[in-house]
């Protein structure tokens, strides 16, 4: 049986760290951790201490959510292995990030075996795992805390009417289709629409079906068309569009409208 892990991590997003152990056998002492910890099992049965009421034994398909500086463990059982993820999340970070939805701070260890939540945080882990850009991960990340605090504790981002939601977002979609150069941050975006990181990402899905890092693509990759058909060179389009080089340019161009720019172009 093959024992692995490993860690993701990226300086892009100081702030989250991931790990994941495949049929591990290691046993931890009772510990604290600076940072929000989110743990998952996947197989194997485990004892968890630190939970209100003493030990509890946690199987397969069960999240562990553990504040900041409170005293955990968490163990295979005698003579077997387990397999589990961890994630852990800058305290201030997300403390910050709750405070833009007005949601409410965790004081104590969380333990929930609702699967649609463990499947949503694999899907995340995995997501981070992957290739994906660092846009894209932040807000896998954000999307996460956000339905999870709204569906799990009763708090959802700032109550706002549809009509008041979609007045907000206009504002911003209007303001990238007339700029239709580069890519604004998620901050940026928020701070214009007057909203939190969490309700612009759910108001531009609930919208339109995009998040609004996956909307300023496409904005992009539009531009980009534009600019081929006037005989732009690739080089200069991947700058001006805010890319990292041309390479990436051509690879989110491909994905986007199937073929390469050059043979777009020509």
């Not at 069960?62 to 003579?79: E, G, K, Q, R, Y």
């Not at 077997?80 to 939805?101: F, I, N, P, R, V």
């Not at 300023?216 to 200069?236: F, K, S, T, Y």
Request: hydrophobic share 40%; glycine share 6%.
């Amino acid at each position: 049986m093959d024992t692995k892990t490993e860690f993701w991590r990226d300086q892009a997003m100081p702030y989250v760290e991931s790990r994941r152990a495949c049929h591990s056998r290691a046993c931890y002492k009772p510990h604290s951790h600076p940072t929000f910890s989110i743990g998952a099992v996947d197989l194997g049965t485990s004892n968890f201490i630190g939970a209100v009421g003493g030990p509890v034994l946690i199987r397969p398909g069960t999240l562990v959510f553990v504040p900041s500086a409170c005293v955990h463990s968490c163990n295979p059982l005698p003579d077997t292995a387990w397999s589990y993820q961890m994630l852990h999340l800058d305290a201030g970070w997300l403390d910050a990030l709750k405070l833009e939805s007005c949601a409410g701070k965790q004081e104590r260890v969380v333990l929930t075996s609702d699967i649609s939540t463990y499947l949503r945080f694999c899907q995340l882990n995995s997501f981070l795992f992957s290739g994906a850009s660092v846009d894209e991960k932040e807000t896998a990340l954000i999307e996460f805390i956000g339905d999870y605090d709204s569906s799990r504790q009763g708090m959802i981002a700032l109550p706002m009417t549809p009509a008041f939601a979609s007045r907000r977002l206009k504002t911003v979609m209007d303001s990238l289709q007339h700029d239709r150069v580069g890519m604004q941050s998620l901050v940026e975006l928020a701070r214009m629409a007057g909203m939190s990181r969490y309700q612009l990402i759910r108001a531009f899905r609930t919208s339109i079906g995009m998040t609004p890092h996956a909307y300023q693509l496409n904005l992009c990759i539009n531009q980009a068309r534009d600019w081929l058909r006037q005989g732009a060179e690739l080089a200069d389009i991947a700058y001006r569009l805010g890319f990292a080089d041309q390479s990436h340019f051509q690879r989110v161009f491909k994905a986007h409208a199937g073929v390469t720019p050059g043979l777009y172009r020509s």
